[in-house]
């Protein structure tokens, strides 16, 4: 009979020369000194690849977030700011900034419209008028960069150069034309008004038009000029009897 045994892992059966039949003993445990032993797990360890790749993922992810590109509309510009400092003018489309570093002031170029509901005037011959009037404008695009830099914004444009002077322009035209000629003239009152505001606009803005909506009188002199007119009627009614 051959002489040894085979060990199992658990109860394993030891064939010897003495029986025939297996002896089943508890498992015998042993360890070498020799054994190497597991190493656990380290960041180290992986792939500079999946390091690399995770990274990349990460850094996509704050830049998204933080909001690290912008898009401008066809109808605008967008004034680029580097800590608070004019980078350049964005032009329509996709781009991208470093995040909480730049920032950027979209400035429109549509037509703008601007209404003033009450306008006091006096005419040549001192008849008060209420004078409603709308005046049109655009902002090149060429100059929203100046528009952000001297006014800060479209509503600070509007309100310096046009908010401030137009009420003084058109009360210093109306008062050339007495109020019969304001009425009978208006086409050439409202291209007067017109003229006077483009060549007082200094700055990044183009008059595009003026309209002069109505044009109000007192009704003390409203009722005068129903007064004549009737009397005027009736003078020519009885000359053609």
Not at 66 to 89: A, H
Not at 115 to 121: G, V
Not at 168 to 178: I, L, R
């Amino acid at each position: 009979m051959m002489r040894g045994a085979f060990r199992w892992v658990g109860f394993c059966p030891i064939l010897s020369s003495a029986a025939s039949k297996p002896v089943y003993h508890e498992k015998f445990r042993f360890q070498s000194h020799n054994q190497p032993q597991p190493k656990a797990h380290v960041m180290n360890n992986l792939p500079f690849k999946t390091l690399f790749v995770g990274g990349l993922a990460l850094f996509i992810g704050l830049f998204i977030l933080l909001g690290g590109w912008f898009t401008v509309d066809s109808k605008e510009r967008g004034v680029m700011l580097r800590s608070g400092r004019i980078i350049g003018v964005a032009e329509p489309g996709l781009h991208f900034k470093f995040p909480l570093i730049d920032s950027v002031e979209k400035i429109s170029k549509q037509h703008q419209a601007l209404l003033f509901e009450k306008l006091d005037a006096y005419s040549k011959d001192q008849q008060p008028a209420e004078l409603r009037v709308s005046i049109s404008y655009h902002v090149p695009a060429e100059q929203v960069a100046e528009v952000y830099s001297g006014y800060g914004s479209i509503e600070g444009l509007e309100s310096r150069i046009i908010g401030r002077q137009a009420p003084t322009k058109v009360e210093n035209v109306f008062g050339q034309y007495t109020a019969v000629s304001a009425v009978q003239n208006r086409v050439k009152l409202v291209n007067d008004i017109t003229k006077a505001l483009r060549d007082n606009a200094k700055g990044p803005i183009v008059i595009d038009s003026v309209q002069v909506e109505n044009i109000d009188f007192s009704d003390a002199y409203e009722a005068a000029i129903s007064a004549r007119m009737n009397a005027e009627v009736a003078v020519a009614t009885r000359n053609q009897d």
